[in-house]
């Protein structure tokens, strides 16, 4: 059984971010970076279904991990690989400019990683539901379209179902709004977008890092030319919206003048 | 030893100074001795010889330095010839036992001129004046190890004191043979010369000490042996961890990563208990005993031998080396105590991070709080998970200048001096006491963990990103002074970063207000607070040796009290080892016992030194702290209170 987990690399929470002069994009100069949370999560549960896989006798499976973006996301894939993926494929996109990430809708980028998958025909496509930065939540199930895949979203649990034809078939636990959720069989081979907290993430170690090291780090050139059919037009901080005021004068005063806010401004009362 | 002396003379002077020797040995008894002789030291060296293989046959250790001779010369004496740890833990055994082992070295040449003697040939009788003196100096410690060697045997299996685990035969059988080897040797001094009795005696004593020679490896008593190459081969610093090296080294994962230093300091162990009599870990019923960790690889280098593939933490509770499992690690706090305690020289620190840093950096150890303090530690760089924007706030909040280089200190927080409550009035406090002073400070614009709980809980890889984030930060704002007011900021940056680099000199708070004692004295206004009993963190005694300094302080503030354990016996107050992060305790709460011993002493105020022992104490204080609780309050907030309000104009936020 093969696995294949996308893993973005994006801004780190803290990151001071700046946008660029042009107002269409964030400068990268200074910013630290680190994997997308719920891709976290879903290489969590690649490497969970890897040891199920081997517990059930399913034999060995295989997780590889993918990512699409400059030099700099080897790091990611390095960490990825560090807490147990068995190697990695790096779709090359330049720095900036022409082919950059910058320059690449969802579509774009699912075209890119889809056709690294292509090339190594795994059962499973793990994708995270959405990236910390841009939130589109797009580039997985668009890959499923492209790819020709059934798929399941919002998945926060993954386990093989059936008897006989056990690993044909996989059972997913979705998450539903308030607190539901929803089990969904899914015949292999398949995509699913993984929704943060379904796990336990574990720790990277020294022992993963160095390994590591030793492990394969494919790279493949960004093949498909950039096709954007959206436009970013502005990008900008949030707006700092919430004002404070104080009322002042004898209490009073203070009350009649709260009770008059909260009548006719907030209309709670 | 005036009183030895005195000793020496009266019985020099009774006894005439004459060792009663046996009448001259034939042949057949001659041969008949050398063969004994020879056994004995056979069986010495065929029981001795897999202790020998196992102690050599273990890894290298590559950080051993010998160099500076001078310490180690100075511990050697003080430790192990002057037996000054042995007496100052435990008194009056501690001196018996300096007795039995000081009238040893006088009995070395007794000895010699024993065994001599049976080949026709009594050295001391041919010593003259030196000879006289020496035979009744050794009768003087004759008569003292022999009381000494009573009173332990009488301690041993009268008393039982519950630290010395089971009655052993062994220990029985030992102090028979010590006090025969004494009694023989006295009797030979009021005996006729060459009389049957003197032939009696002299082959008794023989036999004892032939007798006593090969049990000595195999058992506790290799004590005698090992421990004073163990104290003198001691790793210099306190709880000092190895580098990791190379692909394959992890931690303790297997006998392969034992070293000879921990394999000799394994079968030195004495069994004396001390470790685990002090530890707090095993006074509130954790699964944790020091002893037994000790004794536990010393049981796997005799089950294994040397280099063993087998894995060192075993699951089966009843394995050969049961002490050695994953939830004893982790439940230690890394107090020291245990380590501080032992007579000689065993240093339980590295061996117990050192199983932890095996199971951390393998993956094989899985906690759930563990593991949430790791990612927040790998994604928020702080140890309690919250966002850095947090402490920006605060630091705005308090107007604490940006370090820029012209200050003379850079103010480090800390965790728990960024993010806690109680730490951030810690150094809120400490920050008005450095502007009344006049000494200008800035803290970092960001801050990252300095890595202690994850060097403590043996995460190399966390802790050495850690180390070298704030190395580079330290260096990119050219500081070259800091201050905290964390002892475990202090000791991870001071000891354990020199594995990254160097970092800047670095003092705890409590030296920065000793040192500025005088003016602060002046500065300060009101009454004294009353009594303070101060309670020493263990990272800043044990672990730096800092005892005076803090209480200085607290001196200034108020009248100083001792808790019955202070200095180098203080208890811990449970949160070190990175315990503070890993959830409830299983049995009695460390923290508790350690606040009713503070309360015991009907101290007004409770001082700490450190944010954590305050936040431990906080919390018990609101479970045993009863009706009407002492206050709590860091030595920083003890001067703060006394200063003027005018002193404190706060300092202006730049940059
Ligand atoms: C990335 C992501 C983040 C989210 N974050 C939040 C959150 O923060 N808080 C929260 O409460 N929820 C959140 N949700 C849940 C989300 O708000 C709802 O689940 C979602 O809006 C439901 O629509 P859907 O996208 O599943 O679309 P679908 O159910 O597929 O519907 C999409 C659209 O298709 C059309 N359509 C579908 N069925 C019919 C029909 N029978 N007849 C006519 N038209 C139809 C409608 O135009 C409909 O709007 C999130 C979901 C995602 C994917
Ligand atoms: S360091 Fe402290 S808690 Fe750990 S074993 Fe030693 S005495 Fe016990
Ligand atoms: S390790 Fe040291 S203190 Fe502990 S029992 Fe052995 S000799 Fe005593």
């Known amino acids: ?269 | 030893m005036t009183a030895a002396g005195m000793l020496v003379g009266i019985v020099g002077l009774r006894l005439n100074l004459r060792l009663a020797e046996p009448a001259s040995l034939g042949l057949g008894a001659r041969v008949l001795l050398a063969a004994l002789m020879l056994g004995s030291a056979g069986l010495f060296a065929w029981r001795g010889a897999p202790i020998a293989r196992a102690i050599w046959g273990s890894k290298k250790d590559t950080d051993l330095r010998l160099r500076p001779l001078g310490r180690r010369g100075w511990r050697f004496f003080w430790e192990v010839l002057c037996q000054a740890k042995v007496i100052r833990q435990r008194r009056l055994p501690g001196l018996a036992h300096a007795l039995v082992y000081w009238g040893f070295l006088a009995f070395a040449l007794v000895t010699i001129n024993d065994l001599a003697e049976g080949f026709g040939c009594d050295l001391l009788a041919r010593a003259g004046a030196f000879g006289a003196f020496y035979v009744a100096f050794a009768g003087a410690w004759a008569l003292l190890v022999a009381f000494a060697i009573a009173g332990l045997f009488a301690r041993r299996f009268l008393a039982r004191p519950k630290w010395l685990g089971e009655v052993s035969l062994e220990s029985g059988v030992i102090a028979l043979l010590i006090f025969a080897l004494m009694a023989t040797y006295l009797a030979m001094l009021v005996v006729p010369q060459r009389s049957p009795a003197a032939a009696c005696l002299w082959w008794a004593h023989t036999l004892v000490l032939l007798a006593f020679l090969p049990i000595i490896p195999g058992t506790k008593h290799l004590h005698l042996l090992l421990s004073p190459l163990t104290v003198f081969l001691k790793r210099p610093e306190f709880s000092q961890l190895s580098k990791l090296e190379g692909d394959e080294e992890f931690g303790l994962v297997t006998g392969k990563d034992l070293t000879r230093i921990i394999a000799l300091q394994a079968y030195s162990c004495v069994e004396c208990g001390r470790c685990t009599e002090h530890c707090p870990a095993a006074a509130t019923g954790k699964v944790l005993n020091p002893k037994e960790v000790v004794l536990g690889v010393k049981a796997y280098l005799n089950s294994y031998g040397p280099g063993s593939d087998a894995p060192l933490l075993q699951d089966e509770p009843e394995g050969r080396q049961k002490a050695l499992s994953m939830p004893a690690a982790f439940a230690c706090t890394t107090c020291g105590s245990c380590e501080y305690q032992c007579p000689v020289g065993v240093q339980h620190l590295p061996v117990l991070i050192g199983l932890r840093r095996g199971a951390v950096n393998t993956g094989a150890w899985e906690d759930r709080y563990g593991t949430k303090l790791f990612l927040s530690l790998e994604r928020q760089g702080n140890s309690l998970g919250m966002g850095a924007a947090e402490r920006d706030k605060f630091i705005a909040k308090q107007r604490f200048p940006l370090f820029d280089g012209s200050q003379e200190y850079c103010l480090w927080l800390g965790c728990m001096g960024s993010y806690d409550p109680k730490g951030r009035e810690i150094v809120a406090d400490f920050a008005r006491v450095m502007q009344a002073l006049g000494t200008s400070f800035g803290v970092l614009k960001k801050e990252s963990c300095a890595g202690d709980p994850a060097r403590r809980l043996g995460n190399d890889l966390l802790f050495g990103e850690l180390a070298e984030q704030g190395l580079k930060s330290f260096a990119q704002a050219g500081v070259k002074k800091i201050v905290t007011v964390c002892p475990h900021c202090l000791r991870t940056i001071a000891s354990d970063w020199r594995e990254y680099g160097v970092a800047p000199e670095i003092e705890h708070h409590s030296e920065f207000m000793a040192r500025h004692a005088a003016l602060l004295e002046r500065l300060m206004v009101g009454e004294q607070g009353g009594s303070v009993v101060y309670h020493d963190p263990c990272y800043l005694g044990r672990y730096r040796e800092v005892y005076e300094p803090p209480r200085a302080v607290v001196a200034m503030a108020g009248e100083l009290v001792e808790a019955e354990r202070h200095r180098e016996r203080s208890f811990c107050c449970g949160a070190g080892g990175g315990l503070a992060f890993l959830g409830e305790e299983a049995g009695d709460r460390v923290s508790h016992g350690r606040t009713r011993e503070l309360m015991e002493t009907g101290a007004k105020t409770i001082g700490t030194a450190c944010p954590f022992c305050n936040s431990m104490f906080r919390d018990a204080l609101g479970e045993v702290g009863g009706a009407a609780p002492p206050q709590l309050l860091d030595i920083a907030q003890l001067v703060a209170r006394r200063l003027p309000a005018q002193a404190l104009d706060s300092g202006e936020l730049k940059g």
């Open chain 1, 1 to 269: 059984m093969k696995i294949v987990v996308a893993v973005k690399q994006v801004p780190e929470r803290e990151a001071v971010l700046r946008v660029t002069p042009d107002g269409r994009s964030i400068d990268e100069s200074d910013v630290a970076w680190t994997m997308n949370e719920p891709d976290a999560y879903a290489l969590e549960e690649a490497l969970q279904l890897k040891q199920r896989a081997a517990e059930a006798g399913l034999g060995e499976a295989e997780v590889v991990v993918l990512s699409a973006g400059p030099e700099r996301v080897q790091s990611t894939l390095r960490e990825a690989l560090a807490k147990g993926a068995d190697r990695a494929l790096h779709v090359v996109t330049p720095e900036s400019g022409e082919g950059s990430l910058a320059e690449r809708g969802s579509l774009d980028v699912a075209r890119l990683l889809a056709e690294a998958v292509k090339g190594e025909q795994p059962e499973l496509v793990l994708t995270g539901l959405q990236s910390d930065d841009l939130g589109a939540g797009q580039t997985g199930v668009v890959m499923a379209e492209l790819l020709g895949l059934p798929h399941a979203t919002l998945v926060l649990q993954v386990e093989f179902a059936g008897q006989g034809g056990v690993g044909r078939r996989i059972k997913v636990r979705r998450e539903l709004e308030d607190g539901w959720t929803q089990f969904v069989e899914v015949p292999l081979p398949a995509l699913l977008t993984i929704q943060s907290g379904g796990n336990r993430l574990r720790y990277a170690t020294l022992m993963g890092i160095k390994r590591a090291r030793q492990k394969e780090m494919r790279e493949l050139s960004a093949a498909t030319p950039t096709q954007r059919v959206d436009e970013v037009v502005k990008v900008s901080p949030p707006l700092r919206l919430k004002q404070t005021e104080m009322l002042t004068g004898a209490a009073e005063e203070i009350a009649a003048k709260l009770v008059e806010r909260l009548r006719f401004e907030v209309k709670v009362l």
